[in-house]
């Protein structure tokens, strides 16, 4: 079987378990989610991204989702996992909106992410993209702004070259 028949059923499974309405499709999801973490393959965040989603019956099993795509900078550069990140945002919306707004918060909180995620929303030529980060993070930044404020700003700055 090649890697994008592979990969593609992977997907399938994926999504099709991602509201771990029973056990099953709970151990399913969680199969599936450690496959595709094994192969290693940066490209395969898009695919870990389109398991989200906001009706979902587990978030405890979402947030091992989230830990998988952090887990990728310890092989790859921190830029590079972002980037694919970030390519992933529109095929979040708007079924993930929340889980996104959880990986932006986790972004905002470090500094070295944050920075680089700056960098790589700026640079990344597609205003769809653009406008959900954005959206989001003045959503972030308003909800609690004693938190967020500045993180938010310094991201939202940079990404309108103003930083």
């Not at 996104?100 to 909180?109: F, G, T, Y």
């Not at 406008?131 to 700055?157: C, D, G, W």
Request: net charge negative; charged share 30%.
């Amino acid at each position: 079987m090649s890697d994008s028949i592979n990969l593609d059923e992977l997907t399938k499974e994926l999504t099709d378990n991602r509201l771990l309405k029973t056990n099953e499709e709970a151990e399913k999801f969680e199969a599936v989610l450690t496959e595709i973490i094994n192969k290693k393959d940066i490209s395969h965040i898009e695919v870990l991204c389109r398991g989200f989603y906001d009706e979902t019956e587990k978030d405890e099993v979402m947030f091992g989702v989230i830990h998988a795509i952090e887990s990728y900078d310890q092989e790859y550069p921190l830029e590079a996992v972002l980037k694919r990140l970030a390519y992933a945002i529109p095929a979040m919306i708007p079924h993930a909106y929340v889980w996104l707004e959880i990986l932006h918060k986790r972004i905002l909180n470090h500094e070295e992410p944050k920075r680089v995620y700056a960098n790589v929303i700026k640079d990344i030529g597609n205003q769809n993209t653009i406008e959900i980060i954005e959206k989001q993070l003045n959503e972030i930044k308003h909800k609690n702004p004693r938190k967020f404020k500045m993180t938010a700003s310094y991201v939202l700055n940079v990404i309108k070259g103003k930083d």
